[in-house]
């Protein structure tokens, strides 16, 4: 992590202590762009952010990631292997360019529990410890 990435995490330690639970319930995640279909995942940006999966137009997945255009691209490869057409996918993604990962993940986190009836088995996943 490097010095800059280590001040973000700080700061945001500071601003998560001064405003308590009151700040992780506002809100920090960037405007979203799209949406895209997946198959134009190597239009994306390779930039930090979080990101939001759809089929058709039904949200099934939304994650963080340091880099987005390989994230989704690692998706739709994930779809070919399976033999699962990508047609009815798309995403819509937000940037976060000065973010640290657990920044991102904050943001991820939430959404899950904010979207848990569309999404039960990912937020299993991901607020577990199974998936890390």
């Known amino acids: 992590m ?7 995490d ?5 601003l998560l202590a001064r405003a308590g ?6 809100p920090l995640a960037p405007p979203y ?4 279909p997946l198959t134009r995942a190597s239009q994306a940006p390779a930039a930090r952010g979080v990101y939001r999966i759809y089929r058709a137009g039904i949200l ?12 989704l691209l690692q998706h739709l490869l994930c779809l070919t292997h399976l033999r699962i057409t990508p047609a009815p996918y798309t995403f819509r993604y937000g940037l976060m360019p000065r973010s640290t990962p657990r920044t991102r993940r904050i943001i ?5 529990e904010n979207n848990r009836r569309l999404l039960p088995q ?4 991901e607020l577990t410890s199974a998936f890390y």
Do not use: K
């Open 122 to 125: 990912q937020r299993e996943w």
């Open 108 to 112: 991820e986190r939430r959404a899950i």
């Open 10 to 14: 700080a700061e945001l330690d500071r």
């Open 33 to 36: 762009r799209g949406p895209l």
């Open 21 to 26: 639970e009151a700040f992780i319930r506002t």
């Open 60 to 71: 099934v997945y939304q994650g963080e990631t340091a880099d987005i255009r390989r994230r």
């Open 2 to 8: 490097s010095i800059a990435d280590r001040r973000l």
